[in-house]
């Protein structure tokens, strides 16, 4: 099949991408000023080429991406069950709470693939389980706590 062929996932998506991704950065930017579509599209082409030039950036673009089609699909079964609940779901009826709890679930999840991606992973889960399970009893410690602070202190207030 011609869609799961390495020219076209290592090569052609990854180059396409960081050319989309530069090209629009420029527009909207307009860094190099107005109507400058020609000098913005060199730029990207060099840009997707030098990327493409380059094996580790490329794997990393290759292998971040369907996470955050995962992370995207994650949101959207959220707000499908959420929308089935509190009804509409469109423009200023979102709850502040809900965008506060997205914000941090969306950092965190990406902090988290990054890290699971760029291979940091391995060496995170080796340094807290090498002897000592004290660095993970202090997390969770500190996960608990930051839990119960923030139910207590966004608590309303009788």
Request: charged share 15%; net charge neutral.
């Amino acid at each position: 099949m011609i869609i799961d062929h390495p020219i076209f996932t290592e090569i052609l998506l990854p180059f396409l991408l960081v050319f989309v991704l530069i090209f629009a950065i420029l527009q909207k930017t307009k860094i190099l000023g107005d109507d400058k579509k020609q000098i913005d599209a060199l730029i990207s082409l060099a840009v997707g080429l030098i990327l493409i030039g380059f094996k580790t950036p490329r794997e990393f673009i290759v292998n971040l991406m369907p996470w955050l089609a995962v992370g995207a699909a994650v949101i959207l079964v959220f707000l499908i069950l959420y929308g089935f609940v509190a009804g509409d779901l469109s423009g200023k009826n979102i709850p502040s709470w809900m965008k506060i709890v997205f914000g941090i679930l969306a950092g965190l999840f990406t902090i988290g693939v990054v890290i699971y991606v760029g291979g940091f992973w391995d060496n995170i889960s080796h340094y807290f389980s090498g002897g000592d399970s004290i660095w993970m009893e202090l997390i969770l410690l500190v996960i608990i706590v930051g839990a119960i602070l923030i139910v207590v202190l966004t608590g309303k207030k009788e």
